[in-house]
């Protein structure tokens, strides 16, 4: 198996720029994830979230995990658990507003160095848009304004420990799905791994690396490119020894942006295929997908196309 995309930013400054760009295409037509080191976020600003967040997870919330596996009687279990995740999660929305102000059990300290990282987030998820831009030959700012609806993307991140897990062969870390949105960005533990994602029909582990950004594309980047680049099955193997840290995330069109293949690309391709993906809005997708997350995509798609042909055909919708 050929090696997991490594992909080094700092090298888009200098004379390996086409390379770069290069491996980034590969990796997002042929893998749908790469990881990224020299990306711009400083070493001890990662340092300092990796702290805090698992602080935080040591203070409040082992405890509670704990007494939830106990009151399941998860320690025990004899046949595979398919409808639950061995995960201790909480989620911070940042835009279009921002709810970290509200969540709770959060320190003064974690929620000032957790607004900073979403915000360097943030602004490297928007570059990351235009380099796919550019290698698609769309123009700068295509996915970020299709993405933007109007009140502007939703960017949020899912804080998530794994708890060292009993039997890890029957329950998984995480189920296997792929993500709904536009593009993640994850800041994983470099010591406890876990991260795999399926690809030509085996699983792959995602090298755990320090002060990495692993980046992988959702459902949205798979519609807008019309199928050039996928979103892939992934999935979060527990481990019988030490807790994993993960923290993904997720920039995410707008929930009234409406999603559909960039016509450019489209247009490039032979005359004779027509557009395989749907036109949506993207919070009906969502609406679906809450349901069928653990499931392949490929459904999703074809909902959202009868959904399509509903909408055109409604005499009501068109007048």
Same mark, same amino acid.
């Given at each position: 198996m050929e090696n997991f995309p490594i992909i080094n930013l700092e090298k888009l400054n200098g004379s390996e720029k086409a *390379?770069?760009?290069?491996?980034?295409?590969? $990796?997002?037509?042929?893998?749908?994830?790469?990881?990224?080191?020299?990306?711009?976020?400083?070493?001890?600003?990662?340092?300092?979230?990796?702290k805090l967040? /698992?602080?935080? %997870?040591?203070?409040?919330?082992?405890?509670?995990? =704990?007494?939830?596996? $106990?009151? =399941?009687?998860?320690?025990?279990?004899?046949a595979e658990v398919t409808d639950m995740d061995w995960e201790s999660t909480f989620f911070l929305r940042h835009l279009p507003v921002s709810n970290i102000s509200e969540v709770p059990d959060l320190d003064d300290q974690y929620r000032e160095v957790m607004k900073d990282f979403a915000k360097r987030l943030e602004n490297l998820a928007e570059e990351l848009l235009d380099l796919l831009c550019e290698n698609l030959g769309l123009e700068k700012g295509y996915l970020k304004n299709v993405f933007y609806g109007s009140k502007g993307p939703n960017f949020g991140t899912k804080v998530s420990n794994y708890p060292p897990c009993p039997k890890p062969d029957l329950i998984k870390g995480l189920r296997a799905h792929t993500d709904a949105g536009g593009i993640i960005l994850l800041f994983q533990d470099d010591k406890v791994s876990g991260l795999q994602l399926l690809k030509d029909g085996q699983w792959i582990d995602v090298? @755990?690396?320090?002060? +990495?950004?692993?980046?992988?594309?959702?459902?949205?980047?798979?519609?807008?490119?019309?199928? &050039? %680049? =996928?979103?892939?099955?992934?999935?979060?193997? *527990?481990? &019988?020894?030490?807790?994993?840290?993960?923290?993904?995330?997720f920039y995410n069109?707008? +929930?009234?942006?409406?999603? %559909? @293949?960039? @016509? *450019?690309?489209?247009? /490039?391709?032979?005359?004779? +295929?027509?557009?395989?993906y749907p036109k949506f809005v993207f919070d009906d997708y969502m609406k679906l997908y809450a349901g069928l997350k653990f499931q392949a995509k490929e459904p999703r798609f074809e909902?959202? /196309?009868?959904?399509? +042909?509903?909408?055109?055909?409604?005499?009501?919708?068109?007048?």
């Open positions: *390379a770069t760009m290069e491996m980034i295409k590969d $990796a997002c037509e042929n893998w749908g994830f790469f990881e990224l080191v020299n990306h711009g976020i400083p070493h001890e600003v990662m340092d300092t979230v990796e967040t /698992k602080g935080h %997870y040591k203070k409040c919330m082992e405890q509670r995990f =704990k007494e939830l596996v $106990a009151s =399941k009687g998860l320690e025990g279990v004899q090298p @755990p690396m320090r002060h +990495s950004i692993v980046v992988n594309l959702g459902d949205q980047l798979e519609v807008i490119t019309n199928g &050039k %680049y =996928k979103s892939v099955m992934h999935r979060v193997i *527990a481990q &019988k020894d030490g807790t994993r840290m993960s923290l993904a995330s069109p707008g +929930s009234d942006a409406v999603i %559909y @293949p960039a @016509p *450019a690309l489209v247009e /490039k391709e032979a005359a004779e +295929s027509k557009q395989v909902a959202m /196309k009868s959904i399509e +042909s509903d909408v055109k055909m409604d005499p009501i919708a068109t007048a």
